[in-house]
């Protein structure tokens, strides 16, 4: 993409990704250079006809637009965003860096993606950075273990800080979902979902349980209000799991009718659905049709 003044010339750069790659696209691309604000600023996603079905592959190949990440992916350009993008890190080291302390990526926005196969972590969030993530799903389906946790936060402040909602992790080995560092002021981590198979990491490590509620833990790291500790994989009956990963949920889960409404700040999940009525934990929004018998003997939705 080419560099420039977006801000100055009132646009928004856009980089649209189109599933020509069912086997993925080998890339590692460092995004910065361009002026940018939340007005104005770069956007790389699929359209969602190229988009991923919340599932990772069918048949052996990627549901939508997928890059097999080589080395780090950084993100140093001010309120970027980055959505519907399935992102293999290989098992090779390599992770998504959004921000950099002094090196730009302020605000950037990470959603409705899924990131898989990290070694240490999937996604780091840059010092002060006040990144927001999203409606993602976290996966690695191999006993890996990991002390970083698939999100691993940089400091913040009450200024810049943080916002973290509606995710969903489940993790074949021993890896925790998030770790907080316990350097920071003030965070905002709310609806999020995680599974780990088994280990001695927590889901989530080292936050400060008031600015963390409502999130849901198959351990006892969920901390602060509403939220739900120790829960199987019966109670949170995702699609599939271990088998070709799918975290969507399904009736019964425990996860759904929990959540709490961000409506103020998003309404769709992961797949573009929209969220009606009491919201769900994690990335995914369950859809059940309600039908009542009306007192003339029609059936409505």
Known sequence: MRQGDLVCAKKI????????WPDGLSDSPV????????DFYVRIYAPKSERHTAKVKEAGKYTGFAVNVRDDISVNADCTVIEGIIFNLMDNGSQIILGKWNGGGR???????????????HLFLGDYQAASV??????????????????????????????????????????????GHGTHEHLEIVNNLCYKKSGRNPCFARFDSAYFYNNLSSDSSALGSSSQRNKTLEDIQFASVPKDPDLRI?????????????SSLFT???????????????????SVIRMQVTDDGKIQQ
């Open 134 to 179: 999203y409606n993602n799903f976290f996966i690695n389906d191999t006993a890996r273990s990991g002390d970083y946790g698939a999100i691993d936060c940089g400091p913040s402040n009450a200024r810049f800080f943080h916002r973290i909602y509606s995710n969903s992790f489940w993790f074949a080995g021993d890896f925790k979902g998030m770790d």
């Open 250 to 262: 399904l009736p019964g889960s425990c996860a759904a009718d929990a959540g709490k409404d961000l």
């Open 107 to 121: 605000y950037c926005v990470f959603r409705n993606n899924i990131a898989l196969n990290g070694r240490y972590r």
């Open 31 to 38: 995004i910065g250079g361009w002026k940018s604000s939340r």
């Open 13 to 20: 750069a856009v980089a649209e990704c189109y599933n020509d």
């Open 268 to 286: 769709a999940d992961i797949g573009g659905q929209e969220r009606k009525g009491i919201w769900d934990i994690g990335a995914h929004e369950l």
